[in-house]
């Protein structure tokens, strides 16, 4: 079975550049035409969907979030990568990684990790 | 963008009861939904998708159905395991949206 994992910091300083790493297990992340991508979740409040790539590093971005996120891809490492900068306490949540199916919706997501915005 | 309302919000339910959530979009998705269950904790679990497939595993209680712009999830005979939080998506178009969630809680 698929296995997604995130990993990086749990607090970032406002103004400053949150960055997280996802890491795919158990399949690669070169095959097929699948999407890979991040959602998130403040606390007490919905899914908000940040952005996907392909494999060959094409990107699609929610266009709320756009100007402040990059999302890379690293098929030699089964890697994929969040970069959202200038964060605010509003940028709190947890984020997941997630695989998105050929039609796009999201069918394996990793566990989530608490990122939060304080100084 | 296309958004996305749920109702209620929240339902007041026990064991074995049969409850239904309505998923509403802001114009026609045709049948690109799914449906989501997130427990305290844990990653969202998708249920249902092309607003009426249930994913594999998922038990025959849960269905869906609807069409272009109304959607319901439907779970019959209520278990324990089921309260949790319920999320609609549509994947018509993106960006990929999802609902507000309901919340389903012990009546």
């Known amino acids: 079975q698929l296995q997604l994992q995130e990993s990086g910091p749990g607090l970032v300083k406002p103004s400053e550049t949150l960055s997280l790493t996802c890491t795919v297990s158990?399949?690669?992340?070169?095959?097929?035409?699948?999407?890979w991508g991040w959602v998130r979740q403040p606390p007490g409040t919905g899914l908000e969907w940040i952005g996907s790539?392909?494999?060959?590093?094409?990107?699609y971005y929610n266009p709320s979030l756009k100007s402040r996120v990059t999302i890379s891809i690293d098929p030699s490492k089964n890697q994929f990568f969040l970069s959202l900068n200038s964060v605010t306490a509003a940028d709190t949540a947890v984020y997941y990684c997630?695989?998105?199916?050929?039609?796009?919706?999201?069918?394996?997501w990793g566990q989530g990790i608490l990122v939060t915005v304080s100084s | 963008d296309i958004q996305m309302t749920q109702s209620p919000s929240t339902l007041s339910a026990s064991v074995g009861d049969r409850v239904t959530i309505t998923c509403r979009a802001s114009q026609s998705i045709n049948t690109w939904l799914a449906w989501y269950q997130v427990k305290p904790g844990k990653p969202p679990k998708v249920l249902i998708y092309k607003t009426s497939t249930l994913e594999t595993g998922v038990p025959s209680r849960f269905s869906g159905s609807g069409s272009g712009t109304e959607f319901t999830l439907t779970i019959n005979s209520l278990q324990p395991d089921d309260f949790a939080t319920y999320y609609c998506q549509q994947y018509s178009a993106p960006p990929w949206t999802f609902g507000q969630g309901t919340k389903a809680e012990v009546k």
């Open positions: 997630a695989r998105l199916t050929v039609s796009r919706y999201f069918e394996y």
């Open positions: 790539t392909y494999y060959s590093g094409s990107t």
């Open positions: 158990s399949g690669s992340i070169s095959s097929g035409t699948y999407l």
